[in-house]
């Protein structure tokens, strides 16, 4: 009997799993277990937003996909005034993380494509989140389960070709997130512009963001040439506008 139980257990844990991409699933059911899995989503040409409670590999994500399409991650936030740039890297090449929040560009044809994967299941919270300098707190959360969308910012559903979030008015009654979808959330009533920066993989915003402003570093061109040998990392940012590479990242002084 409880031999039979097991197996009868086993098999159940290994049926196709279907994830709902507009209501949501009760993933606590299959937290933990291997499936073959499937997100049956809606894609426009352009960017979208994506999480998904499944990993997939970078090469499932373009047998799905195409090669063409884009995956970033949002690595941090800066503040101009009321601006925020939000700067999403990319990240394709370590594919797509279960319950991570991603912006993903389409360049297909708008409709509904498959996700697929043999994954584990994992039912864990979806966000990530950066306090400005101002002190402003934006998080960006993938959505679980259908969600409501006021006063949130969500990018634009068509016409899209850079990513841009738009806040929900707080009056609109018929505005949703529905699951697999990804919302930034910025507590108080300050309205504020939201501007896209995509950054390529090994590149920063700032020499800050790799080194102390008295470390000692070499400067290198994107063609593997030296530019500039033991000076310090503040000093990057005197050298002429162009693209460097220090520590192994790509570094824009404008």
Known sequence: MIAMAVITLTAWSQKPLNVSTYSGTALERYDGQQ???TADRYLFTGWNTISLPFA???QELDEALGQ???LERLVGVTQQGAELVLNFQDCKADGIKANQPYILYYPGETGSRKFRANAVIENKESKVAFTTGGGVKLTMTGAAHKTD?????GVLAINNSDANF???EKDNDKAFFYATRCFISIPGEQEFTLTPN???RGEVTSITDIAAANDIVDVYNVLGMRVAHNIK???VNNLEPNIYIVKGHKILVK
């Open 149 to 153: 969308g006021k006063g949130l910012y």
């Open 198 to 200: 995509h950054l390529g």
């Open 68 to 70: 063409g399409v884009k």
């Open 35 to 37: 499936r073959m899995v």
């Open 56 to 58: 997939m590999s970078e």
């Open 233 to 235: 990392a503040g000093d």
């Open 166 to 168: 738009t806040r929900i």
